[in-house]
């Protein structure tokens, strides 16, 4: 058996990468990688079976579905995206793509082991077998412990009020300050080995610090792996990807932590929750227990696959997802145009009424004693009226 891992290519997201090392960890051997955006078009040599874990965020195109047959895949760890609803661009459908042949092609591998509550709740409703797996970055290893020459407390990329707060608060602690961030740079031609050795210097970083204070879900989460002191200060109510990690990170919400209320001492930070353990090692065993399994196949990709559709059937239904979505693109951009264009005629509405009663307000004035001139501003009234009707 062969194994492939996914990945995002083109990413400037660090947080793919570490998904990325954290499936690989789990291979004999890493022999395929496996574009995430273009899972439908994966060919192996020969069309030999690859085995992959198949933890993802979930589908920026989502014509791309389902993944191409050669494809053996352990379902775990998958967030499928509702784009407007996760606060992301992307394309207008929400779970289309689940029904039909994309939703046969997940029963045929359930259970699906999805890494957040949302996700999993909307399966089930769409009549999908699943349950909560949690995400691969739970089950990452330690990395060494390495003494610094001074200890450092790591602040990944929260808001920039958030930052400014904690330099602020923390400048006299005796402690470094090590600003970072998981977006890097998108740049295709980075090998797997520049890709790891960044993750792993990455990794190492947040293992040997004092405690680590983010916004991010895969800075959190990898964290809570190396057993590093972590806390979010996020607002919390605006991301269903944090659904239940909310339940096993220390938090604070971002208005509480800039109105001061809040308990979390970042020089002395408190241990982290053990909630997430038992989560950790039934993914980590799920994960053996597929390669182990897996190892011993000597079946063709024919005599391992599940789903029956035909070749054709999945064509065609792919063509008319993608019809219907470049349609539904298409309508809602003609009808932002038209909210555009609407807006636009009433600014300029707008601005001729200003003008006008700033001139009838000036030649009031010039006709006006300066007694009188304090009653006009009735005229100033008006302006402002207009616009707070807008």
């Avoid at 890493?30 to 992959?52: C, K, T």
């Avoid at 970083?205 to 989460?221: D, E, F, G």
């Avoid at 009663?357 to 100033?380: C, V």
Wanted: proline share 5%.
């Amino acid at each position: 058996m062969k194994y492939g891992v996914l990945f995002n290519k083109s990413n400037v997201n660090l947080g793919d990468d570490i998904q990325a090392y954290a499936t690989a960890r789990f291979y004999p051997s890493l022999d395929y990688f496996v574009d995430r955006e273009h899972i439908h078009e994966f060919q192996s040599e020969n069309n030999e079976p690859v085995a992959v874990i198949m933890n993802a965020w979930y589908m920026w195109e989502k014509w791309h579905w389902p993944p191409a047959r050669c494809i053996v895949p352990h379902m775990v760890g998958i967030h499928y995206a509702d784009h407007e609803l996760s606060l992301q661009p992307g394309s207008p459908l929400k779970y289309e793509a689940l029904e039909g042949l994309g939703g046969e092609y997940l029963k045929a591998y359930a259970p699906i082991g999805c890494r957040d509550y949302y996700t999993m709740n909307q399966m089930k409703n769409l009549g999908i077998d699943t349950y909560f797996s949690g995400c691969i970055t739970l089950t990452l290893p330690q990395m060494p412990i390495v003494k610094p020459e001074k200890e450092y407390i790591c602040i990944v990329d929260v808001d920039t009020k958030v930052k400014n707060k904690l330099v602020e608060l923390l400048k006299d602690s005796g402690y470094e300050l090590k600003i970072m961030s998981h977006t890097g740079e998108r740049d295709e031609t980075r090998t797997w080995e520049q890709r790891k050795e960044k993750v792993e210097e990455l990794l190492t970083t947040y293992r040997n610090a004092k405690c680590v204070i983010t916004k991010k879900l895969h800075c959190s989460l990898p964290c809570l792996s190396q057993e590093t002191p972590v806390v979010l200060i996020k607002q919390m109510d605006d991301d269903i990807r944090f659904s239940p990690y909310y339940d096993f990170l220390h938090y604070i919400k971002t208005d509480d932590f800039l109105a001061g209320n809040y308990d979390y001492d970042f020089t002395n930070p408190k241990p982290n929750k053990p909630d997430y353990k038992p989560v950790r090692e039934a993914l980590i065993k799920s994960c053996e227990d597929f390669v182990a399994r897996i190892s011993t196949e000597d079946r063709s990709v024919e005599e391992l696959d599940r789903f029956t559709a035909t070749d054709e059937e999945v064509y065609h239904w792919r063509y008319d997802l993608m019809d219907r979505t470049l349609r539904m693109w298409l309508e809602k951009t003609r009808q932002e145009h038209k909210d555009l264009k609407k807006l636009k005629a009433e600014r300029t509405k707008l601005k001729k009424q200003v003008a006008s009663l700033t001139a009838e307000l000036n030649n009031s004035r010039e006709k006006k004693s300066e007694p009188e001139k304090s009653n006009t501003t009735a005229f100033s009234q008006k302006v402002r009226k207009i616009f707070n009707k807008k």
